[in-house]
Nanobody
Framework: QVQLVESGGGLVQAGGSLRLSCAAS????????MGWFRQAPGKEREFVAA???????HYADSVKGRFTMSRDNAKNTLYLQMNSLKPEDTAVYFC?????????????????WGQGTQVTVSS
């Protein structure tokens, strides 16, 4: 069982930055694909980014070049650095995990979800 707890959300002006953190429980964090999804009001959950145990990264086109993900296996923590934020980035951001070596972009492939953290970008 893996438990995920996000932090770092908040309100920021367009063009600003935020860093999200995801603390994971369990001893096998390093063997999991970790990632982020987001959900805006009235919309479906959307893939943001994911990183494999080996460090391979995949980003949605909408955030590529603006968001950077990293993981600290020693601390069982995943990070999402979000720069040049836009109002359309406003959403609840969820940390996710799956025990696999393959990155997936469908939310159905992630059995472990955090409770989410709100990110609001004002124009």
């Amino acid at each position: 069982q893996v438990q995920l707890v996000e932090s770092g959300g908040g309100l920021v002006q367009a063009g600003g930055s935020l860093r999200l953190s995801c603390a994971a429980s369990g001893r096998t964090f390093s063997s999991y694909v970790m990632g982020w999804f987001r959900q805006a009001p009235g919309k479906e959950r959307e893939f943001v980014a994911a990183i494999s145990a080996a460090g391979s990264e995949h980003y949605a086109d909408s955030v590529k070049g603006r968001f950077t993900m990293s993981r600290d296996n020693a601390k069982n923590t995943l990070y999402l650095q979000m720069n040049s934020l836009k109002p359309e980035d406003t959403a609840v951001y969820f940390c996710v995990a799956r025990r696999s070596v393959v990155i997936a972009t469908d939310p159905k492939n992630y059995p472990y979800w955090g409770q989410g953290t709100q990110v609001t970008v004002s124009s």
